[in-house]
């Protein structure tokens, strides 16, 4: 029963609602724009990074808020995993004591543009880039003499021009013998930079066969040259001032020729052709050299990577190339660990002339492809035989950074299978290091474990670059390849006009350097190309 009777009076007629076109869009927009930006943010969350592209010409109100930073970081941790372009925070360590030698970053501000850095990522995993050549060094060549020493990779190796990156600054030297070797430094910020390397002693030509970028500092870059002769000097990048310098009192092969440097102040250590590690104090203007390793079972291509993973504790990580028996070759790397109490004590003990050396803590080695000393059973020897496959004839690069390792081989003399090379033909072998810590016990050994072969490149590797979990590759054709390490993606860089590569005959090699936003690469007719993919 109801508690109040309807009325007895009919419900009047109804009235059609003429409504135009243009009064039911503006409802409609009305409607829309009605709701809180909060849940129209909420509902762009399930949209990807093209829908959200596309939102931006549909109205002002969509444009602004497909725009969020918050919205885009969100995308942009959901693709990519991590709070930051590879490389962006500069060289460190990590706590688990695995090293990842990250790319020269220089720059203090968090970077804030979500989508410029969702952009970049993206532009890194298809491969987009927009490529120039750089018109300030007209005179960069790969021409030279050979080398006096036969190395695994190639009887001749001309000299190559040095390329290294540290944030906004780009820094190379010309291959060319010169009195007085050059380093230009270009800065969007500054004007060219040239600074002239006056050696100490007077001498025939000389030229600087490596560079290193001081990996300690954020706030002001400092390079480290190494001159043919065995000179050593570091520069103040912005003032071209010098800072520090070693004359050996003469030519030996531990000081020359120097093919490899690592440079965290106050430590700076070189690797020579005829494998002697030097380990230098530059605590005052005048380096004085700590310690000298050598080795007589690894041969060079190789590299360096210096981190601090504790106080007063420098870790060593190199890498090179391994003979296999009777006539092939692996990789192997070699853990050295320093400890720099000395280098923190007071003035009146480095003064004194019985100041100890830095105190070599451990020495750890493992190797690609390890020969059992003993008797071995069936799971060993497929094991051996599983190895035995990955031996190469002769190696172009071998590079690190921390976690992966890299090896590129290179094709013997000038030789070329018939009908030319396949993806398949000399593909990247991929192996992850593993370095337990030393509180694990003397059974904990450092381990190489192969993961896959990285196939695309067509041909041989003429340089080659490892950072913080990407490599790139610069093939003998002028082919640029990229490589995700942690998820196994591999993508060949376009962008680059019809006829502007050029290509190296496997007698030459090129150069590689790469951060973030960019890679830089030299032919074989001395043209720097940059390909940037912040654009």
Not at 213 to 239: F, L, P
């Amino acid at each position: 029963m109801l508690k109040r009777p309807l009325s007895p009076i009919g419900l009047p007629p109804s009235k059609r609602a003429h409504l135009s076109a243009l009064s039911i869009f503006t409802a409609r927009s009305t409607g829309f724009e009605s709701l809180y930006d909060e849940l129209i943010l909420h509902i762009f969350t399930f949209l990807s990074h093209t829908d959200l592209c596309t939102l931006q010409a549909t109205n002002r109100d969509c444009a602004r808020l497909s725009l969020d930073n918050q919205l885009w970081k969100n995308l942009y941790l959901r693709e990519f995993g991590r709070l930051r372009l590879r490389g962006f925070r500069g060289f460190s360590g990590r706590r688990d004591e695995r090293e990842t030698k990250n790319l020269p970053g220089r720059t203090v501000t968090q970077v804030q543009d979500w989508k410029r850095m969702f952009r970049i990522s993206t532009n890194w995993r298809n491969g987009r880039c927009h490529t120039s050549t750089l018109d300030e060094m007209p005179n960069l060549s790969l021409t030279g003499s050979p080398r006096e020493i036969d190395t695994p990779r190639r009887e001749q190796d001309p000299p190559t021009p040095q390329i290294t990156l540290a944030g906004k600054y780009t820094i190379i030297s010309p291959s060319e013998s010169a009195h007085r070797p050059s380093i230009v430094v270009l800065s969007p910020s500054i004007p060219r930079l040239v600074i002239h390397v006056a050696p100490i002693r007077a001498q025939e030509s000389v030229r600087i066969t490596t560079l290193a970028v001081d990996q300690s500092s954020r706030t002001s870059a400092s390079i480290a040259a190494c001159i043919s002769n065995g000179d050593i000097y570091v520069y103040e990048v912005r003032s071209s001032s010098r800072k520090h310098h070693y004359a050996p009192p003469f030519k030996t092969p531990r000081t020359a020729p120097i093919t490899q440097v690592a440079y965290s102040h106050p430590v700076l250590v070189t690797l020579s052709e005829s494998f002697s590690l030097s380990v230098y104090d530059l605590r005052h203007e005048a380096m004085q050299v700590l310690h000298v390793l050598t080795s007589f079972t690894s041969f060079p291509p190789s590299s360096l990577v210096l981190t601090i993973p504790e106080s007063q504790t420098y870790k060593l990580l190199l890498t090179y190339a391994s003979p296999v028996y009777p006539a092939h070759w692996s990789v192997g790397v070699t853990e050295v660990m320093l400890s720099s109490a000395t280098l923190h004590a007071s003035a009146a003990s480095l003064t004194s002339p019985a100041r100890p050396p830095p105190l070599l803590l451990s020495t750890r080695s493992t190797r690609a492809f390890d020969l059992p000393a003993d008797w071995i059973d069936e799971t060993k020897l497929r094991n051996v035989r599983e190895q035995w496959g990955r031996k190469v004839g002769s190696v172009a690069s071998t590079q690190t950074d921390g976690r992966w390792v890299v090896l590129a081989p290179a094709v013997p003399g000038e030789a070329c299978p018939p009908g030319g090379f396949t993806p398949a033909s000399l593909p990247l072998q991929l192996y992850r290091l593993s370095l337990p810590s030393s509180r694990a016990g003397s059974g904990a050994a450092p381990k190489l474990t192969f993961v896959r072969n990285l196939l695309g490149q067509a041909g041989p590797v003429s340089a080659l670059a490892l950072a913080d979990g990407r490599c790139v590759s610069l093939g003998v054709d002028g082919s640029v390849w990229v490589w995700d390490l942690e998820n196994g993606w591999g993508s060949e860089v376009t962008g680059v006009a019809s006829g502007s590569t050029e290509e190296l005959c496997p007698s030459q090699r090129g150069t590689i350097a790469f951060d973030e936003r960019r890679i830089i690469t030299s032919g074989a007719m001395g043209s720097v190309m940059v390909r940037n993919f912040d654009f």
